[in-house]
């Protein structure tokens, strides 16, 4: 289980593996004056060495497991969410010294509400995860489908190479928010309208 001891090396291979999640957001000090704040970290910046894989599991409803157990510490997994980024096809834990390498099952980040914003007389669409971003639908911020186990499910770009799953009622209320209509083809197109950004989904 994870607790409050922090192991003193990040890459330590001892009995204390939970720590590591402590560890990696705690082993380097002007990391922690970043994560006090609300913005996200710049890990774009960051080229940090590798310290290998982690058995840990962000689960495709979006709850994390270590080594076979769930964290339930909401505010643990927000400010690891904080240090997440995606790679290449690999997502890592990342700090300005070290990263460590994880597992998604299918989306890191959930979503869990949007609304729709009147300012200067034009409509936005913004989007909230459940670990505090807010996301802005535009060009680099766009809903997208894709199958997951067969099933086609609608995601949004985030940051840092990461995107968030839209659960079904979710969905079900941006459409509200938008206007169906059908191509020549036969298929539903939902166009979503977001200040002078304009996308065009097939369901």
């Given amino acids: 289980m994870v607790n409050d001891d922090f192991c ?9 593996t939970a720590n590591k999640l402590v560890q990696i957001a705690t082993r380097d000090p002007n990391l922690g004056l970043i994560l006090a704040h609300t913005d996200i970290p710049p890990l774009d910046t960051w ?33 690891f969410s904080r240090i997440l980024c995606k790679e290449g096809a690999q997502y890592f834990l990342k700090t300005p010294t070290e990263k460590i390498a994880i597992h998604v099952q299918d989306a890191p980040l959930q979503i869990e509400r949007v609304e729709k914003i009147e300012r200067n007389h034009q409509s936005f669409l ?23 186990e067969g099933e086609d499910r609608p995601y949004i770009w985030v940051r840092y190479g ?34 002078d950004f304009c996308l065009h989904l097939t369901a």
């Fill in 8 to 16: 003193p090396d990040l890459c330590k291979k001892n009995a204390h």
């Fill in 126 to 148: 913004y989007f909230y995860t459940t670990d505090g971003d807010c996301v802005l639908l535009d060009a680099n911020h766009f809903v997208f489908m894709r199958a997951y």
């Fill in 47 to 79: 080229q940090p060495k590798f310290c290998g894989e982690m058995d840990l599991c962000i689960h495709a409803n979006g709850t994390w497991w270590h080594e076979g157990q769930q964290i339930h510490r909401d505010a643990l997994v927000r400010q």
């Fill in 162 to 195: 990461l995107h968030a799953l839209i659960p079904r009622p979710i969905f079900l209320h941006l459409i509200d928010y938008g206007e169906l209509d059908q191509n020549q083809a036969g298929e539903t197109i939902l166009a979503l309208q977001s200040g």
